[in-house]
């Protein structure tokens, strides 16, 4: 069984919490609202107290689970906490109103309040999000349920629903990364799969440093990764089932290179690579019966593919024209249309979740920049700029993208990084050690 | 240059060949450890031997050359690596008793995927001039590792030209 799959069921008891519905004044036409826009924006100030333990077990998680709903929200840059010690009110009970004159003297526009309890390995956490200037409650009450160890994953439930609510757009709190943990000095690099959630947290490796393990893939359900891997002693295309562990080698063809698989929408076909004879060529794996289809036939390095979120599309690199750019094609292979234009070497593309923009790495004059642009190529910007960005992945609401970001000379190491689409934001994720090719999951049921 | 780099690639490239005959030169070769990532199998050891016999793997490593460098993102030939090459397929033409593994690499001016392909250019080009020479196609693979195995780790053109290679790996055996 997956990793998803467990603790999708352990959430699987969610609920609105009857006793509210009544008291549910406008819910989200209220005036706390932040527009998204690419202007500059100031953070919206938030509070969430201590949540209130319910019972013996509550106590355990009641605080923090608090801080990581704060840690999300903040972490986005679009809201700014207001710390506890200057908190007027305590909430001691959940189902009391909550002190608005309090929360307004401070200034906190949207305050977050909750409860929680534990019994054995069950956790049962509510919440309410309050608009303090408007007076009332913004939605209904909401509660998770799941095992204490999940506990987490409540917490970021709680702030995907506070961000959804503020923003009008969909969350990305509760959703996991796949990267590649990297160890040793740069000419004897040892790298390892490893997942963890959107921020750093709860790392699981699913390899051992024994081979080169590259660029890995969830697939839409998130049960299985595809990566490329030196496993066999060649690069190889490679299937994992996050639940077992187990792995299968695809697409097998003597004397050839496979990598840089991708998943089709579905889950039910893969768009890779395959060299042969120095000759890089895009082709279709059919999951189901094994069929194998070219997609392009040219003597350029054609890589780095990625469908569009309707699965009719690739967008791709190719030096077709002398350097890395990005073109689009059928996902069925012919044609294909450039769309990067502007100066430099274009590649890495990944199609935003919305379908409507591109991500990229971009080289030019001795920099690397991650940039967005849209489908047919215009309004392209950058986003980022150092000696080594590379290799964008798009959250699962497309607002924020993280990234490989490798210092330079002897010592350099590879760090994870996430910014705003807007350009601001950037921060790095904290990991136990160097990582880079960050691939993110859909967010998780 | 010192000859444990030289040895490590050997043992790796044995390994990854899993070839039959380790002691050729009767000689233990160093390291037994496989940093290059073959996870499986056993790892043969052969000794390098002496650079000054023509037959030794010492003296195709060093005194014909293993390697040719590239200029920034290309794969064609410079005058000196084919120079390096036609020695290379004189000696295998000549010692029949090995295989190779043609190593592409690149340097870290480039995105991963697109310097897999890079490297594998390099691996096929000289692979290709090693054929156009006599030596048999079969007796020779190629693999590609982009940019995951600088030999130079500093972020300046002195590196990154030494970076851009083409290793040509010797393991016993006449085939693969």
């Given at each position: 069984m997956s990793m998803f799959r467990i603790l999708g069921s352990a959430l699987a008891a969610f609920v609105l919490l009857g006793s509210v519905t009544a008291q549910m004044a406008k819910a989200q036409s209220g005036p706390l609202r932040i527009e998204i826009t690419e202007g500059v924006i100031e953070p919206l100030p938030f509070a969430v107290p201590d949540f209130v333990p319910e019972n013996g077990g509550g106590s355990e998680y009641a605080r923090d689970i608090a801080r990581v709903i704060a840690s999300d929200l903040a972490g986005t840059g679009l809201f700014r906490e207001i710390p506890q010690e200057a908190h007027i009110s305590r909430v001691t009970s959940f189902d009391s109103s909550i002190a608005y004159e309090d929360w307004k003297a401070i200034n906190a526009q949207a305050v977050i309040t909750g409860a929680v309890s534990a019994s054995g390995d069950r956790i049962v956490v509510k919440f309410r999000l309050f608009d303090v200037f408007s007076g009332q409650q913004l939605g209904e009450g909401l509660q998770f349920a799941g095992t204490t160890r999940s506990w987490r994953r409540m917490a970021h439930k709680v702030a995907d629903a506070a961000y959804s609510r503020i923003t009008g757009e969909g969350g990305y709190f509760d959703s996991r990364v796949v990267f590649v943990s990297e160890s040793g000095p740069k000419n004897q690099r040892l790298k390892r799969l490893a997942v963890?959630?959107?921020?750093?947290?709860?790392?699981?490796?699913?390899?051992?440093?024994?081979?080169?393990?590259?660029?890995?893939?969830f697939s839409p359900a998130g049960d299985r990764i595809l990566y490329t891997s030196y496993a066999t002693g060649f690069p190889r295309i490679t299937l994992m089932d996050v639940g077992s562990l187990a792995t299968q080698t695809l697409a097998e063809q003597p004397g050839t290179m496979t990598f840089a698989p991708r998943f089709s929408p579905d889950g039910r076909r893969v768009v890779f690579?395959?060299?042969?004879?120095?000759?890089?060529?895009?082709?279709?794996?059919?999951?189901?019966?094994?069929?194998?289809?070219q997609l392009t036939n040219a003597p350029s390095i054609e890589t780095a593919p990625d469908f569009s979120p309707d699965g009719s599309q690739i967008v791709f690199e190719s030096d077709r024209s002398g350097t890395q750019q990005l073109y689009i094609m059928s996902a069925s292979?012919?044609?294909?249309?450039?769309?990067?234009?502007?100066?430099?070497?274009?590649?890495?593309?990944?199609?935003?979740?919305?379908?409507d923009l591109v991500a990229f790495?971009?080289?030019?004059?001795?920099?690397?920049?991650?940039?967005?642009?849209?489908?047919?190529?215009?309004?392209?910007?950058?986003?980022?700029?150092?000696?080594?960005?590379?290799?964008?992945?798009?959250?699962?609401?497309?607002?924020?993208i993280m990234f490989t970001r490798e210092s330079s000379g002897a010592g350099g190491s590879a760090a994870l990084f996430s910014v705003d689409i807007s350009g601001r934001n950037l921060r790095q994720i904290s990991t136990e050690g160097a990582a880079s090719d960050p691939a993110w999951s859909p967010l998780l049921p | 240059m010192t000859l444990f780099p030289k040895a490590f690639l050997i043992v790796a490239a044995l390994g990854l060949a899993a070839c039959n005959n380790p002691d050729r030169f009767g000689g233990a070769g160093g390291?037994?450890?496989?940093?290059?990532?073959?996870?499986?199998?056993?790892?043969?050891?052969?000794?390098?031997?002496?650079?000054?016999?023509?037959?030794?793997?010492?003296?195709?490593n060093q005194r014909v050359g293993d390697r040719v460098l590239f200029p920034v993102d290309q794969h064609t030939l410079t005058p000196e690596a084919r120079t390096i090459l036609a020695g290379q397929a004189q000696w295998l033409m000549s010692n029949g008793g090995y295989a190779v593994i043609v190593e592409g690499h690149a340097d870290e001016q480039g995105t991963r995927e697109y310097n897999l392909s890079l490297g594998a250019r390099r691996a096929a080009s000289v692979q290709s001039f090693l054929v156009s020479q006599g030596v048999p196609a079969n007796r020779i693979r190629t693999i590609s590792y982009g940019k995951e195995r600088p030999l130079e780790v500093c972020s300046e053109e002195a590196c990154y030209a030494k970076n851009r290679r083409a290793v040509t790996v010797l393991s016993v055996g006449s085939g693969v």
């Open positions: 963890m959630d959107y921020d750093g947290a709860n790392v699981q490796y699913l390899t051992d440093s024994s081979a080169i393990v590259l660029a890995p893939r690579s395959l060299e042969r004879g120095g000759n890089s060529d895009l082709y279709m794996l059919d999951l189901g019966s094994g069929g194998l289809t292979g012919g044609e294909a249309r450039r769309i990067s234009g502007g100066k430099g070497r274009y590649g890495t593309p990944v199609w935003s979740p919305r379908g790495t971009k080289q030019n004059e001795g920099r690397f920049h991650i940039g967005v642009m849209r489908t047919d190529g215009s309004e392209e910007r950058l986003l980022t700029a150092s000696f080594l960005d590379e290799g964008p992945t798009w959250s699962p609401n497309g607002r924020v | 390291a037994g450890a496989d940093g290059l990532g073959n996870g499986t199998g056993f790892v043969d050891t052969t000794g390098l031997g002496d650079p000054n016999d023509p037959a030794s793997i010492a003296y195709f």
